[in-house]
């Protein structure tokens, strides 16, 4: 993801979006050659093709990059393989209503969707969906600031399009929907509105907000499936700083959708705060998004957690975190004894999956913090020499004598009994 200036800062008005592009010094690589293929495309073709959404939004307001969205009001299968064969990428059909991702080399992902209108049928329900003109696709969008697009025409980008005063919003700093029912139609724009507010720093136009309040008093979002509910909490806990965001889902009483046990009050404000730090020193293998979430989750019951992770189609990996989650008092209570050895820490700590362990340290008194902390940095890295092939050569029949006698190696390494090749081996001799 790379940083671009952003055009609202420095001009009035948005007036030639091919500057818009060419002024840019630090794009990120790919969109200049994707610009430059769909206007290739579009030459010569009666097609229309436009950028839009998010990716128009972030350009105009110098944010992040990410992935690229783009509409045509023609053929979308066939704009994602004409593509697909100028930068390289592939194509990979989502299996929705005419929708394309075409998949760059480096990772990066365009959407290529087919310009629709839709219609909705019951609160809270996916919308039918018809094609349309460019124009109902942008009406049927969330905000203001995503309801814009710029058109790629021959030689590069042209008409700006922005029905909704978007521009004018970004400028103000303003969250705004389209139209009064837009919370009652898509309950998830709730989160996204309360995600786009403090991403940006925006605040809710004063309708917007209202609109929001009545359908959560309505009790709207009740009707999201577990699953749609569950990937809006996890988007927030995706975001650089879910705090704000968390404190938002408190006040404005949506955790209740989740599950009545959920609070985050004072001290999981403060157990947030802490695994902040802690994942400023903490290995970059750990999934950040899921320790904030299993700040949350640990509330629920055991019993719960298994019906809920189903629900929610969490993976296996993430369902033992959550369970493992609610173990904090007594993993503090075994690390708090006086003289453990680093081997016996090992053993207590061992089993769980890193997360929790930032979550236990986050939540735990100073010693047991200073433990987990040794023991995710240094502890579990601890490797011995001995396998057991070394076992069955020296002689040793294979059975589950190998994992104790290759426990207490490593046991002996931790407490620094031993330290080398030559240290094992003098162990192992003992032994026959
Ligand atoms: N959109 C919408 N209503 C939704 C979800 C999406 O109108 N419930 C539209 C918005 O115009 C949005 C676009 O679809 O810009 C793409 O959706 P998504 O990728 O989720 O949003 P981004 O704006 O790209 O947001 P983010 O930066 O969080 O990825």
């Known amino acids: 993801m790379l940083c671009i200036r952003g055009l609202l800062k420095e001009s009035n008005r948005i007036m030639d979006p091919q500057n818009l592009i060419l002024k840019r010094r630090d794009l990120p690589h790919f969109v ?11 030459q010569g073709s009666r097609l229309r093709v436009f950028l839009v959404g998010g990716f128009v939004r972030d350009l105009l307001l110098g944010g992040s990059l990410r992935d690229m969205d783009v509409v045509t009001e023609g053929n979308s299968g066939d704009l994602a393989r004409q593509l697909a064969g100028k930068v390289d990428g592939k194509v990979h059909s989502h299996g929705e209503f005419e929708t394309y991702a075409v998949f760059l080399a480096e990772g990066t992902r ?32 969330d905000f203001t600031i995503n309801a814009i697009a710029i058109e790629v025409q021959r030689g590069g980008l042209g008409d700006f399009m922005d029905p909704y005063q978007g521009e004018k919003d970004l400028r103000s700093k303003k969250i705004q929907a389209l139209h009064e029912k837009s919370f009652v139609e898509d309950p998830t724009r709730i989160f996204r509105a309360l995600r786009y507010q403090y991403r940006f720093g925006f605040s809710l136009e004063s309708k917007t907000a209202q609109w929001m309040e009545q359908s959560i008093q309505q009790r709207i979002p009740a009707l999201l499936s577990g699953k749609r509910l569950f990937t809006e909490l996890k988007k927030m806990a995706e975001e650089k700083d879910p705090l704000p965001l968390f404190k938002a889902l408190e006040q404005w009483k949506l955790f209740s959708f989740f599950d009545s046990s959920i609070r985050f009050g004072k001290d999981e404000t403060k ?33 719960k957690i298994s019906a809920q992770c189903r629900e929610w189609s969490l993976p296996r990996r993430w369902e033992k975190a959550v369970l493992q989650s609610k173990e904090a008092t007594k993993v503090a209570r075994s690390l708090n004894r006086p003289r453990l050895k680093p081997s016996q820490v090992y ?16 939540q735990g008194e100073r010693r047991a913090s200073q433990w987990i902390q040794q023991f995710i940095c240094e502890l579990r890295k601890t490797q011995i020499h001995t396998t057991g092939e070394e076992l069955k050569r020296l002689g040793i ?20 009994k031993m330290s080398s090749p030559v240290d094992e081996e003098a162990y192992l001799k003992g032994l026959l």
Do not use: C, N
Request: proline share 9%.
């Open 32 to 42: 200049a050659p994707v610009i430059h293929a769909l206007s290739e495309i579009v």
């Open 110 to 141: 365009i959407d290529i969707a087919m310009a629709r209108r839709e219609s909705y049928l019951t609160p809270a329900a996916l919308p039918q969906v018809e094609p349309g003109t460019m124009e109902q696709d942008l009406q049927r969008r």
């Open 271 to 303: 157990a947030l705060r802490r695994l902040k730090e802690a994942l400023k020193w903490a290995p970059s293998e750990f999934e950040a998004s899921l320790t904030f979430l299993l700040l949350i989750l640990s509330r629920l019951s055991e019993k």
């Open 347 to 362: 053993r207590i700590l061992a089993p769980y999956e890193l997360e929790p362990l930032l979550l236990f340290d986050a």
């Open 397 to 416: 029949p294979p059975g589950p004598s190998y994992k104790k006698i290759l426990g207490t190696l490593r046991d002996l390494t931790l407490d620094g």
